[in-house]
């Protein structure tokens, strides 16, 4: 059963910078792309963030394409995203997730193409 454990989320400052990071369990990560997905309050959830099974591929939203950075690292099957330059509208849920099998050298920021979802992590962006 897929497991995946969120953390690194809390409150920042205009302009500042945070790490959400996400332990995965009970799969082997290298067989899943995995992505970030965030809902601000009274909006859709949206996904902001993926990267390919292989690592190869990354894909952002135009909402936070050259401020946000993921990244995985294989040998502690973690998922982290970089947060930089933060804005308030950036105030959201974030969750991570891991996506459906086959997303080898590709993946889709799209609420259908997720397989499991973390417990979600609160960021807030206030100064």
């Known amino acids: 059963q897929l497991k995946l454990v969120q953390s690194g989320g809390g409150l920042v400052q205009p302009g500042g910078s945070l790490r959400l990071t996400c332990a995965a369990s009970?799969?082997?990560?290298?067989?899943?792309?995995m992505g970030w997905f965030r809902q601000a309050p009274g909006k859709e959830r949206e996904g902001i963030s993926c990267?390919?099974?292989?690592?190869?591929?990354?894909n952002y939203a135009d909402s936070v394409k050259g401020r946000f950075t993921i990244s995985r690292d294989y040998a502690n099957h973690t998922l982290y995203l970089r947060l930089n330059g933060l804005m308030a509208e950036d105030t959201a849920v974030y969750y991570c997730?891991?996506?459906?099998?086959?997303?080898?050298?590709?993946?889709?920021?799209?609420?259908?193409?997720?397989?499991?979802w973390g417990e979600g992590t609160l960021v807030t962006v206030s100064s």
């Open positions: 997730t891991a996506l459906k099998r086959g997303y080898l050298t590709t993946c889709r920021l799209d609420n259908s193409a997720v397989d499991s």
């Open positions: 009970g799969f082997h990560l290298n067989s899943y792309a």
């Open positions: 990267i390919s099974a292989s690592g190869s591929t990354t």
